[in-house]
């Protein structure tokens, strides 16, 4: 994640600790896809979730038993996700657990099926944030997902868990047909007195595979990073926002870097060192992600490369598998990083989106996803 309030802005977050602090004592954040199930059927699902359940999810009891692997990694936080975690019946038991083996627990949720009841019973679990998609306005929203009303729901969602108490914040893929709805994310932020955006760029795994002509020219990559620049410093002014990230491209640090050298921004410096100790792309390093099935992958995007299966091994005994070929690449990323990435002057603080999406571990399968867009001269040593 890029933090552009703090690093443009100077606004401190909630979890900059973990972001940017050289302390190795933690481990990785754990995503949990606790259910394929979802009421929605959105375009963009990096999970191909829908309305069939899954016959191999982990029982109650096998996630559980996740959740004190989760907890002997040292994990810092605790995602749930899905498809929607909400449809998950033994949800509030998993949360109610997380919390007794003192786990930070957040949930990214579609925010649709949070009522007043539910989310009481999340702030009772001890979940700390909850993530709700927004994919614009309401019109495009609810054509995107392809359910009426589901913004409405999802701003409902929202109400309810400020009500609850518990922190609430956006969440908001761009592809072509969105980039311009940008604004509208931050006019709805402001209007739900939500406080915390998070703009993921586009990965096209799940039924993403299928949007290749959503994926934004680099050009269109750069405007959008600039409005979002342009409205964080707006909002940031205003008092109308507390932390405003980019996530899944890493490019975005360097670009933003050399906007602000452009400008002469006395933060340029001190942003810089933030970037070099965040350390860049982190997957398989300091993310983690289990599906639903148990299968353990280096990131929630990826679903072509099992890692191993927590029904089989314990997911500390995956985690530490350095012979797993895939895992062996991202973390030694200076060795097997692309050309263009290993001639960059940024790679210290990137090192690139190296992804792996094929269906074999072969080399030809690994790729910038999503791709750098920074231009030849502003990578040049």
């Excluded at 375009?43 to 899954?54: A, E, F, K, R, V």
């Excluded at 038991?93 to 949720?109: D, P, Y």
């Excluded at 915390?196 to 949007?211: D, N, T």
């Excluded at 992958?297 to 598998?321: I, M």
Aim: hydrophobic residues 35%; glycine residues 8%; proline residues 2%.
């Amino acid at each position: 994640m890029i933090s552009i309030s703090k690093l443009y802005c100077g606004l401190s977050g909630e979890s900059d600790h973990l972001r940017y602090s050289a302390d190795s004592s933690f481990g990785p954040i754990v995503v949990y896809n606790c259910t394929a199930r979802c009421n929605l059927n959105c375009l963009h699902c990096y999970s191909s979730s829908g309305t069939d359940s899954c016959n191999d999810q982990l029982s109650t009891a096998q996630a559980k038993q996740l959740l004190r692997q989760i907890s002997d990694i040292y994990c810092p936080v605790v995602l749930f996700s899905g498809g929607e975690p909400m449809l998950r019946d033994d949800l509030f038991g998993l949360l109610g657990e997380a919390k007794r083996l003192g786990l930070r627990t957040v949930i990214s949720s579609n925010g649709t099926l949070i009522d007043a009841i539910a989310a009481k019973k999340l702030a009772r679990a001890g979940v700390s944030y909850v993530g709700i998609s927004i994919d614009g306005d309401q019109k495009f929203h609810d054509s995107f997902r392809r359910t009426s009303g589901c913004f409405k729901a999802a701003i409902r969602g929202i109400e309810n868990c400020k009500k609850a108490g518990i922190k609430t914040g956006l969440r908001f893929t761009i592809i072509r047909a969105n980039a311009d709805q940008v604004p509208a994310v931050f006019d709805v932020a402001a209007s739900a007195g939500v406080r915390r955006i998070c703009f993921y760029h586009l990965i096209r795994s799940g039924r993403a595979k299928a949007l290749d002509e959503q994926v934004l020219t680099p050009k269109q990559t750069r405007l959008v990073l600039d409005v979002i620049i342009d409205k964080t410093a707006d909002f940031a002014r205003r008092g109308l926002i507390d932390e405003v990230l980019t996530v899944d491209n890493h490019a975005d640090g360097p670009y933003l870097l050399t906007r602000m050298k452009a400008e002469n921004n006395p933060r340029y410096n001190e942003a810089q060192k933030l970037l070099l100790t965040n350390g860049g792309n982190q997957i398989g390093e300091k993310i983690i992600c289990v599906g639903w099935t148990g299968n353990v992958y280096p990131d929630q995007f990826w679903r072509n490369y099992s890692l191993g299966n927590v029904k089989e091994k314990t997911l500390q005994a995956v985690w530490r598998n350095s012979g797993d070929l895939v895992l062996n690449k991202l973390r030694n990323k200076s060795r097997f990083a692309d050309a263009r990435c290993l001639c960059c002057r940024w790679f210290a603080l990137c090192k690139g989106n190296y992804r792996f999406l094929g269906d074999s571990a072969e080399d030809r399968y690994w790729l910038n996803e999503p791709a750098c867009y920074l231009i030849d001269e502003e990578i040049t040593k």
